[in-house]
């Protein structure tokens, strides 16, 4: 069954560092997603993507954050000048144009030291 | 923002026992979803209930989408060790693209 892939499956950075998380979505989805979770928290959403885009994104997805779909395949999440508030778990998702429903990767646990 | 609230928030059950859950939104949804996340993993769905009303099963696993269209449950019969973990409702509402999760419910099963 196909799945969402993400690399890497932890990350730790410096403060200030900047670091890159990357994403395969499942082949034939048109929607990608970022979403964060902080340890022990709900998952909170941060941005949407679609048609080589932002679509739609949260308050926390301030200037340190882009998106990129740089070939057919990745999607990813740039955070520039980590902050120690940046520790989280960040997850993927992607779906189909004809559904609601995304499908989540395992996650990047991302500390900053 | 659009909030979720689920409940309960936690939960210690026996082996073998019945469990529900539910989601309130004061605004309607057009979707509710139910993931299962386990200890450093993403969220796996569970049930997709896309109008008001809909009852659908997945084994164990019951889930309705309110008539109101602003609250959703989960119902997980016979419970079994493999069901300990985070039970989260997501939502999506008209003219957003993003879900909103509620709180999660964290299951706890005594064998």
């Known amino acids: 069954e196909p799945e969402v892939t993400q690399t890497p499956s932890h990350q730790v950075t410096q403060m200030g560092q900047e670091v890159i998380l990357r994403c395969v979505p499942i082949s034939n989805h048109l929607y990608f997603y970022w979403y964060r979770q902080i340890l022990g928290q709900k998952v909170e959403f941060l941005v949407s993507?679609?048609?080589?885009?932002?679509?739609?994104k949260s308050e926390i997805f301030d200037d340190q954050f882009s998106v990129e779909r740089p070939d057919g395949s990745n999607f990813t999440l740039k955070i520039r000048s980590t902050k120690l508030e940046d520790s989280a778990m960040y997850f993927c998702a992607s779906k189909t144009s004809s559904t609601d429903t995304q499908y989540f990767g395992p996650g990047t646990r991302l500390t900053v030291l | 923002g659009q909030q979720l609230n689920q409940s309960p928030q936690s939960m210690f059950i026996q082996e073998g026992e019945d469990v529900s859950m539910n989601c309130t939104s004061s605004?309607?949804?057009?979707?509710w979803l139910w993931y299962k996340q386990d200890p450093g993993e993403g969220p796996v769905l569970l049930i997709a209930l896309y109008k008001a009303g809909e009852l659908t099963s997945n084994g164990r696993l019951t889930a309705q989408f309110g008539i109101t269209r602003k609250d959703s449950f989960l119902n997980i019969s016979a419970s079994i060790p493999s069901d300990v973990g985070i039970y989260f409702c997501a939502g999506r509402y008209q003219g957003a693209q993003k879900l909103v999760f509620g709180q999660g419910t964290r299951l706890t099963i005594n064998p």
């Open positions: 993507f679609y048609n080589n885009e932002i679509s739609e």
């Open positions: 605004s309607i949804f057009n979707t």
